[in-house]
């Protein structure tokens, strides 16, 4: 596990507080010889136990001033030099401290969990061991989703199973310019590129442009569908899936009542669009009165004995939902779940309530065909997640939701994209292993403090991180811990630029 020379740089020290089974500080041997989030080994002083840790934090103190010497300097403007004669250069008065996050213990090459502290005087070092194996990267290249790599040790790439990544669904959090969408442009190149398919729910239209390379070239081969243009949804599939009806305001009693017409007008051969357009049409009927014209809709309903209130609701749910413009002639699975395929759902042009729709007959479909393996695995982003899986109890965020707790079961993988994870249900993050976090404040960071172990060094670490750096933790990462990475470099066009106001 280890390669090359080790070079001790501090001892485990009992100041300022004993090491315990999550944390020791350490004495370092002087200034710079340590970074904060850089990875140290811990060599325990009384026993054949090796410990992997994490730098949180870097103090440097002079110690031989106390708070009157402080004031002194303050008083003259003085410096250090001039009160203590040549006492910077003693190493004695001059004290560095590392707070270290306590990660591993190994003993035999055997990687455990730390359930011993390490003994106080025990070695720190910098060393070569294996970090990759030890954090529990994968080994397999072809079966890899390559991030970027270590931020304190930058040749260090961070490569996650992909199997256990989408298998376990993906969040990535972040405001706005910190790199939560170039990160998931990554990871879609990555797993594209792999043979596995992508399909986005663009809120931005912002992944059409991955179908190009940064360097002018072919990116991705990408399908783009537009609700209403070039993709419709058939009434058939709907049917299949009756909460999504429920998800845009229809209730039991009128969902009974659209069952009980649909089925007759299944019966008189028509499916779909046409079904919908029949029970819509106006017929005529004999009254004691004479004859007037109503929806065929009504005749059914009455007949049914529905309430006058329940069919005139539904009429005009089912109305307000052709006005929409995207049911239609369906579209098949198949032609949009393609190996080696992004498939970019381009909802920036639509309202909400239709790409609520769009969302949940979609996702709807493509677990239901995962069911009979009718196409094959993938990865299903929804961008901008808190439109969809709010943390209202509406019935659209109930169903999405729910969509996303079982998808895993059939080979669906879910990425959720949001800046304001606080507007996300608790129990769709509940589901997710893993979690990719970007520069976060205020209540959407206390909000995912509930569902990530970050230490308090790491949370207000999350409040500064640069662009594109982010903390990755979950199952993903041996024993659940944050790992501080920068993402690298996309291959194809990043379709999320701002637009300039002053050129």
């Known amino acids: 596990m280890h390669k090359g020379k080790d070079e001790v740089i501090g001892i485990v020290t009992m100041e300022p507080e004993p090491p315990s089974t999550a944390f020791c500080w350490v004495q370092l041997k002087g200034v710079d010889v340590i970074k904060k989030g850089a990875f140290i080994v811990i060599k325990d002083a009384k026993r054949s136990i090796t410990f992997v840790g994490q730098v949180l934090d870097v ?3 002079i110690t031989i001033l106390g708070s009157s010497s402080r004031e002194e300097m303050l008083k003259r403007n003085a410096v250090a030099e001039d009160l203590i ?41 910098v060393t070569s061991m294996d970090l990759p194996r030890v954090l529990g990267f994968s080994v397999d290249p072809s079966k890899s989703i390559c991030l970027g790599s270590l931020y304190a040790q930058p040749d260090v790439p961070v490569c996650l199973d992909l199997n256990r990544m989408l298998g376990g669904h993906i969040a990535i959090f972040g405001q706005t310019w910190s790199g939560k969408s170039h990160a998931a442009g990554v990871i879609i190149e990555e797993v594209v590129n792999r043979g596995v398919p992508v399909v986005v729910f663009d809120h931005m239209g912002e992944y059409e442009s991955m179908s190009m390379a940064v360097d002018g070239g072919k990116g991705l081969n990408v399908i783009k569908l537009v609700p209403g ?20 305001g229809i209730t039991d009693a009128q969902l009974n009542l659209l069952r009980d017409a649909y089925t007759t007008a299944q019966s008189n051969g028509l499916h779909g669009l046409n079904a919908i357009k029949w ?15 109503v929806k065929r809709l009504y005749t059914i309903g009455r007949g049914r004995g529905y309430s006058v209130a329940t069919i005139d ?21 198949r032609s ?71 998808a895993r079961h059939f080979g669906v993988g879910v990425a959720l994209i949001t800046q304001r994870p606080s507007g996300i249900h608790r129990d769709a ?36 991180l640069p662009d594109g ?6 199952p993903i990462i041996r024993g659940g811990h944050a790992i501080k990475v920068r993402i690298r470099e996309r291959h194809t066009v990043h379709g999320g630029r701002s637009i300039p106001f002053i050129p």
Do not use: C
């Open 85 to 125: 004669k040549d006492s910077l250069s003693r190493p004695d008065f001059l004290k560095s401290l590392a707070k270290v996050k306590l990660m591993y213990k190994i003993v035999d090459n055997n990687i455990s969990t730390v359930d011993t502290p390490p003994v106080d005087t025990s070695q720190v070092i």
């Open 279 to 293: 029970l819509l049409n106006d017929v005529q009927i004999s009254t004691r009165q004479g004859s007037r014209v």
């Open 429 to 464: 993050l509940n589901v997710v292993n893993t979690h990719i976090i970007f520069r976060l404040k205020g209540t959407d960071l206390e909000y995912v403090r509930q569902f990530a172990p970050l230490t308090n060094e790491e949370i207000n670490d999350i409040q500064l």
């Open 336 to 406: 949009i779940v393609k190996p080696g395929h992004l498939t970019v759902i381009d909802l920036s042009t639509i309202d909400q309530q239709s790409a609520i729709l769009t969302v949940a007959s979609i996702l709807g479909k493509i677990i239901e065909s995962r069911k009979i393996n009718v196409i094959p695995p993938l990865l299903v982003v929804i961008e901008e997640a808190h439109n969809y899986v709010t943390i209202e109890e509406t019935p659209s965020s109930v169903l999405i939701r729910n969509m996303v707790r079982g």
């Open 59 to 61: 103090t440097n103190q």
């Open 229 to 248: 243009s070039n993709i419709t949804i058939d009434f058939d599939d709907i049917m299949k899936v009756p909460q999504i009806l429920t998800s845009i």
């Open 469 to 474: 750096v982010a903390y990755i933790t979950g």
């Open 313 to 333: 609701g539904l009429r005009w749910k089912l109305e307000s939902l052709l006005n929409l413009g995207i049911i239609g002639g369906g579209y098949n699975i």
